[in-house]
């Protein structure tokens, strides 16, 4: 079976940084991406940070550019990483790692959330 699950969560205050991680186990081919989804209370969910696991293509919504980054342990590729920097109070949400379908915006496994919470 497949399975994520995300930590790393926190409070910080604004301006710092966090690093979330995302274990992942299960997956046997490699046409497929992660994603990183965050919803705040009250809002809409948004995607953070995608990235193809065949290609390395990345995708980085605009609030966030410039300040995450989303990587890839060499060791265990499976394993995905979401370095925040420069954090501010709208960052505050829960943050999913999620399975992507290759070449879509289709999720068919999630993690169980983590909790970023910036203090201004």
């Known amino acids: 079976d497949v399975q994520l699950q995300a930590s790393g969560g926190g409070l910080v205050q604004a301006g710092g940084s966090l690093r979330l991680s995302c274990a992942v186990s299960g997956i046997t081919f490699d046409d497929y991406a992660m994603s990183w989804i965050r919803q705040a209370p009250g809002k809409e969910r948004e995607v953070v940070s995608c990235?193809?696991?065949?290609?390395?293509?990345?995708?980085y919504a605009e609030s966030v550019r410039g300040r995450f980054t989303m990587s890839s342990d060499s060791s265990s590729e499976n394993a995905v990483f979401l370095q925040m920097n420069s954090l501010k109070p709208e960052d505050t949400a829960v943050y999913y790692c999620a399975k992507t379908l290759a070449y879509t915006w289709q999720y068919d496994y999630w993690g169980q959330g983590t909790l970023v919470t910036v203090s201004s």
């Open positions: 990235t193809s696991k065949s290609d390395g293509t990345a995708y």
